[in-house]
């Protein structure tokens, strides 16, 4: 089993700065790719940001330019630097790391807990 653990949500003003971290632990192999998605009140949740093994990144558009991915293969953990937050970044943020428990094996994906993040104007 695997799993994640979740950490640096909060209360920020409009214009201010947090980050966000996920832990992974367990039965682990191999992390692949490792991503953040955050769903608004009410609707479906979305992807944010995800890193590839190799560190490639990928970003939603709402996001580009002020949020940064980024991972420690060795301490098995993602984080997101959200930077120049609006009260549209208000959400519950999720990790999601895909993992292999053996060589070979398939890839099993999970997820965090959630965090809060809520931006006040």
């Known amino acids: 089993q695997v799993q994640l653990v979740e950490s640096g949500g909060g209360l920020v003003q409009a214009g201010g700065s947090l980050r966000l971290s996920c832990a992974a632990s367990?039965?682990?192999?191999?992390?692949?790719?490792m991503g953040w998605y955050r769903q608004h009140q009410g609707k479906q949740r979305e992807l944010v940001a995800d890193?590839?093994?190799?560190?490639?990144?990928n970003y939603a558009e709402p996001v580009k330019g002020r949020f940064t991915i980024s991972r420690d293969n060795a301490k098995k953990t993602v984080y997101l630097e959200m930077s120049s937050l609006n009260p549209e970044d208000t959400a519950v943020y999720y990790c999601?790391?895909?993992?292999?428990?053996?060589?070979?094996?398939?890839?099993?994906?999970?997820w965090g807990q959630g965090t809060q993040v809520t931006v006040s104007s």
């Open positions: 367990g039965n682990i192999f191999r992390i692949n790719t």
């Open positions: 999601n790391v895909g993992v292999r428990t053996r060589n070979w094996g398939p890839e099993y994906r999970y």
């Open positions: 890193i590839t093994s190799g560190g490639s990144t």
